[in-house]
C-alpha cells in the first residue's frame, strides 16, 4: 500500500454508473474532486445522479462496442483524458442449465458481463495511453474466486473477468497501467433482490456496499497489477493468493 489514493483531478469512466457499487463509488470519487462520466443503460437514474455530482451521463449498453468506445470519447473531449476506467456494469443471471436454460438470456448475460469487461479495456487502452497511464478495476465477484454450484453461468463469466484480468496486469504494467479486479461477496445491492431474503434466512452475512467502495480505493492506493482483490464481510480486503500452477519437471 503506497498511502490513500487521491482522486482529486482525476477523469474516470464507470460503467454500471446509475446504481449500487457504481453509484457509490461516483459518489466517492466526486467528493474527493474527481470528474466523471457515468456509462449506464438506466437514464432516469444515471442522469439524475450526473446532475447531483456534476458529471455526465453517457447511455450505455456494454454489449455494444461503440457505445464503450463513445464513453471514453466523451471523458476525452469534456475532461481532456482518462485517468480511470472502472468496468463495473453486471447484471444477475437467475437461470441455469437444466430446462430453465435461456439461450438468448445467457448470451445477454455473458454479453454484459464479460463482453462488456472486454469491450471497456478495449476502449479505454488507448486514452489510458495517451495521459501516460492509470489504471482499470473490473467488477468481477467471489463466484469468480470460488465454485458456484447454485449459478455457473454466473460464476463462469466472474472467473473469465478475473481470468482476463490476471492476463493483462502484467501484459500492460510497461505502460504504466495497472489492471485489477473487484470481487465482492453478496453485497447489498439491486442484484441480489432474488435471493436476499433466502440469504437472511440462511444468516449468510451480507456485505455493505461501504466495504465495497474502500477495498475499490485500496485497490488504487495499491501498487499491483493483476490482481483479484476479494471482498468478504469481517475480513480486511486484499489480492487473493493464487497457487502457482505445477511446471514442467
Known sequence: MTGAYDPDGKVAVITGGSNGIGAAVARRLAAGGARLVLADIDADRGAALAAELDAVFVRCDVTEPADSVAAVATAVDRFGGLDLAFLNAGIATGFGLGDDF???????????????????????????????????????????????????????????????????????????IRVNALCPSFADTAIIGPIKEHLASVEFPILAVSDVVDAFFDILAGEGTGEAWFVVPGRESAPFAFRGVPGPR
Open 102 to 176: 435461456d439461450p438468448v438470456a445467457y448470451r445477454r448475460v455473458m454479453g454484459v458481463n464479460l463482453d462488456g469487461v472486454v469491450f471497456g479495456v478495449r476502449a479505454a487502452l488507448p486514452a489510458l495511453r495517451a495521459r501516460g497511464g492509470g489504471d482499470i478495476v473490473a467488477t468481477a465477484s467471489m463466484a469468480g474466486l470460488t465454485a458456484m454450484p447454485l449459478d455457473p453461468v454466473y460464476g463462469t463469466n466472474k472467473a473469465a473477468v478475473v481470468g482476463l484480468v490476471r492476463a493483462l496486469g502484467p501484459g500492460h504494467a510497461g505502460e504504466n
